[in-house]
């Protein structure tokens, strides 16, 4: 969804072919992103380097909506910056855009949204052959939860008055993957999407795991555009997403779902 104000009221209905004639009688239809800056960060699987590549789930995604628009952009366009520095140029520098981005209330004002990219529930994960049923929070009693410290999932079990003293706190999520897998611990609460990307680099195969409960998004993500850029470049970007989750392979699956399941299956 774009964020819109109430008095920026456009039809989408003729909107594209009006926007490519503008273009193209100023001469710039070759490419409706040239001026565009992308920047990412490292956070797997939505968008981190492997092998000296840029790649992920969003970068994939973003990729073929540069096809869909008639861009000329690829992954070696997008800017890998840490996080605090590719937020503050997006804030600060028109013609920026960066992503995966959490949408949340206290950011709504601050850029233009295009979206979803990604859901990102918060969940407990086991493992599938344990079985274990859990239709309310207490029933984890007798259970070991494992959380990431400051992480969103520590933040939920707090949230939700999960009790201490079957919590456990780890440094980094690769110890709380390889916690889960061998047995040392039931439950681990942690990002759905990246939980089972996690798992899979360790080797182990994502579908013998399974969530047991969600305590919900925690924000979904966006692309986060600066919140000068104009309409119709937004309405651009979003259409060409709405395509990929709409458009059906020969297995079923949309573009964009087959994209994301290829990271955690």
Same mark, same amino acid.
């Given at each position: 969804?774009?964020?819109?104000?109430?008095?920026?009221?456009?039809?989408?209905?003729?909107?594209?072919?009006?926007?490519?004639?503008?273009?193209?009688?100023?001469?710039?239809?070759?490419?409706?992103?040239?001026?565009?800056?992308?920047?990412?960060?490292?956070?797997?699987?939505?968008?981190?380097?492997?092998?000296?590549?840029?790649?992920?789930?969003?970068?994939?995604?973003?990729?073929?909506?540069?096809?869909?628009?008639?861009?000329?952009?690829?992954?070696?366009?997008?800017?890998?910056?840490?996080?605090?520095?590719?937020?503050?140029?997006?804030?600060? /520098?028109?013609?920026?855009?960066?992503?995966?981005?959490?949408?949340?209330?206290?950011?709504?004002?601050?850029?233009?949204?295009?979206?979803?990219?990604?859901?990102?529930?918060?969940?407990?994960?086991?493992?599938?052959?344990?079985?274990? /049923?859990?239709?309310?929070?207490?029933?984890?009693?007798?259970?070991? @939860? @494992?959380?990431?410290?400051?992480?969103?999932? /520590?933040?939920?079990?707090?949230?939700?008055?999960?009790?201490?003293?079957?919590?456990?706190?780890?440094?980094?999520?690769?110890?709380?993957?390889?916690?889960?897998?061998?047995?040392?611990?039931? +439950?681990?609460?942690?990002?759905?999407?990246?939980?089972?990307? +996690?798992?899979?680099?360790?080797?182990?195969?994502?579908?013998?795991?399974?969530?047991?409960?969600?305590?919900?998004?925690?924000?979904?993500?966006?692309?986060?555009?600066?919140?000068?850029?104009?309409?119709?470049?937004?309405?651009?970007?979003?259409?060409?997403?709405?395509?990929?989750?709409? /458009?059906?392979?020969?297995?079923?699956?949309?573009?964009?779902?087959?994209?994301?399941?290829?990271?955690?299956?």
């Amino acid at each position: 969804m774009i964020q819109m104000s109430s008095h920026e009221n456009i039809p989408r209905l003729g909107w594209l072919l009006a926007l490519l004639l503008t273009l193209s009688s100023s001469g710039q239809a070759a490419d409706p992103a040239a001026s565009l800056r992308f920047i990412t960060e490292n956070s797997p699987p939505y968008n981190y380097v492997d092998n000296d590549q840029l790649t992920g789930s969003s970068v994939e995604i973003l990729e073929e909506m540069f096809r869909r628009i008639g861009s000329r952009k690829r992954r070696k366009d997008i800017e890998l910056h840490p996080w605090a520095r590719g937020y503050r140029t997006v804030l600060n /520098e028109p013609n920026t855009v960066l992503f995966s981005t959490r949408r949340s209330p206290d950011r709504e004002d601050l850029f233009r949204w295009v979206g979803p990219v990604a859901t990102a529930p918060v969940v407990l994960m086991a493992r599938k052959k344990r079985n274990f /049923e859990v239709q309310q929070l207490s029933d984890l009693n007798g259970l070991s @939860v @494992v959380a990431v410290g400051s992480d969103m999932g /520590e933040l939920m079990l707090n949230t939700y008055k999960v009790p201490n003293n079957i919590r456990q706190t780890v440094s980094h999520p690769d110890i709380a993957a390889r916690m889960l897998i061998f047995g040392r611990i039931d +439950l681990w609460s942690y990002g759905q999407r990246t939980a089972l990307w +996690l798992l899979k680099q360790q080797g182990a195969q994502p579908q013998d795991f399974e969530p047991v409960w969600s305590f919900g998004s925690a924000g979904d993500l966006y692309f986060a555009f600066h919140r000068d850029t104009p309409d119709s470049i937004l309405l651009l970007f979003q259409s060409a997403l709405d395509t990929l989750k709409a /458009e059906q392979r020969e297995d079923g699956r949309s573009v964009y779902d087959a994209i994301l399941r290829s990271y955690v299956e």
